[in-house]
């Protein structure tokens, strides 16, 4: 089957999660192309605003040919480089099926904006599409506004929604989160996003006797992840006597809103700020740890707690964690803003001595390994593809 995937985000900002994907449907024996069109803000970083190449491209990653484009958006006009960029797409997709000829479908990842240009390519070329979500309505309604009812994108997204032969969730509450803005009448199914099993394997950890624990949290620096509660519940759990650390990861933990706000919430110290870390330094990070904790205030499927629980270690976390994701002997939630329940799950998890990290980690395999996402991403594609 021919499958042409259009990503909403792509590298150098994110979309990791399409290639992945990609990949997984090549090795079903899938003939398998990306086609990115990556809208560059000179906001975010000026050098590659200016710098990453003019001109459409054909390039290889991963063994996955990619038909890339890098558009120069304008700053503060929403509406004209969404449109443009709609546009852009669809003039690459002409070009694409001149080369390659007519996809059997297109995988859109996100309805926004990849999943309306699937659907007025579709419309145009009668090509099915299936939209995979990734996104929470946390992002949505930061964009939208209060009265996102009367967005302008709204009506586009919705019916990118509706005329998808399928959309895939990434949990069964992701569609109920969203319905606010896009309703539910549409087909959908659940599949979980990939994680690299074998790259974050599992490792015995060492016995806890004389030693500190350590937590790890992998999370940007944003209020969406709750930072200010964990920083809360560390300081509690410290002045209790509990002999642990902290260490932190990801995009804005060494900078200086996080440094003051860490300085003033957990004075007593522990905490371990790492900034942005690669794949194989998240992987070196979580083979240190005893256990993840996120104090997140929105997530669709936080890849981070599926990687730490593949190497083997449970984790604490906030109730908008999918069921899907809640591993019985790996999971402990409590309520979301409440740092005294953090902070008495992670004291908890200190004392916690009989650990099945292999049981925890087969777990995940069976949920969100390549292998398994591929097939039954394959069913749905193949499914949306008959006549």
């Given at each position: 089957m021919h499958i042409l995937e259009i990503p909403s985000f792509f590298p150098p900002y994110g979309?990791?999660?399409?290639?992945?994907?990609?990949?997984?449907?090549?090795?079903?024996?899938?003939?398998?192309?990306?086609?990115s069109n990556v809208q560059l803000s000179v906001?975010?970083?000026?050098?590659?605003?200016?710098?990453?190449?003019?001109?459409?491209?054909?390039?290889?990653?991963?063994?996955i040919e990619v038909y890339q484009t890098f558009m120069r958006g304008m700053p503060k006009v929403v509406r004209p480089n969404v449109r443009r960029w709609l546009n852009i797409v669809q003039r690459m997709y002409a070009?694409?099926?001149?080369?390659?000829?007519?996809?059997?479908?297109?995988?859109?990842?996100?309805?926004?904006w990849a999943g309306v240009a699937a659907m007025l390519i579709g419309r145009q070329q009668q090509v099915p599409y299936v939209i995979t979500e990734h996104l929470?309505?946390?992002?949505?309604?930061?964009?939208?506004?209060?009265?996102?009812?009367a967005a302008w994108q709204v009506p586009m997204?919705?019916?990118?929604?509706?005329?998808?032969?399928?959309?895939?969730?990434?949990?069964?509450?992701?569609?109920?989160?969203?319905?606010?803005?896009?309703?539910?009448?549409?087909?959908?199914?659940?599949?979980?996003?990939?994680?690299?099993?074998?790259?974050?394997?599992f490792r015995e950890r060492p016995p806890l006797d004389g030693r500190e624990y350590v937590f790890c949290c992998v999370a940007h620096f944003i209020p969406l992840k709750g930072y200010d509660v964990l920083f809360r519940a560390f300081e509690l759990l410290r002045s209790r006597g509990c002999r642990a650390r902290l260490l932190i990861a990801g995009n804005g933990t060494q900078g200086r809103p996080c440094t003051r706000q860490m300085k003033r919430l957990a004075p007593s110290g522990g905490i371990t700020a790492l900034g942005q870390?690669?794949?194989?330094?998240?992987?070196?990070?979580l083979y240190q740890s005893d256990c993840m904790v996120l104090a997140s205030r929105s997530e669709a499927q936080p890849l981070s707690l599926l990687e730490a629980m593949s190497t083997g270690i449970p984790y604490v976390a906030t109730s908008c964690i999918p069921q899907s994701m809640r591993i019985e002997g790996a999971s402990h939630i409590v309520a979301m803003d409440d740092v005294n329940a953090l902070a008495d799950a992670m004291m908890e998890r200190c004392s916690e001595t009989a650990i099945d990290g292999r049981r925890i980690a087969g777990k995940v395999k069976d949920m969100a390994s390549p292998w398994m996402v591929g097939r039954s991403l394959s069913a749905v594609l193949e499914q949306a593809a008959q006549p």
């Open positions: 979309g990791e999660f399409c290639l992945e994907q990609a990949k997984a449907l090549k090795n079903e024996g899938h003939e398998v192309r990306i086609l906001k975010r970083s000026i050098r590659q605003f200016l710098t990453l190449p003019r001109g459409s491209r054909f390039q290889t990653s991963c063994g070009t694409y099926e001149l080369r390659y000829g007519r996809p059997d479908v297109i995988h859109a990842h996100c309805a926004k929470s309505s946390e992002i949505f309604r930061e964009e939208f506004g209060e009265h996102y009812e997204l919705r019916a990118a929604y509706q005329s998808a032969q399928n959309v895939v969730m990434v949990s069964s509450e992701q569609a109920d989160d969203l319905s606010p803005f896009f309703g539910k009448d549409y087909h959908h199914v659940v599949i979980s996003n990939i994680i690299d099993t074998d790259f974050f394997a870390l690669s794949r194989e330094e998240v992987r070196q990070l």
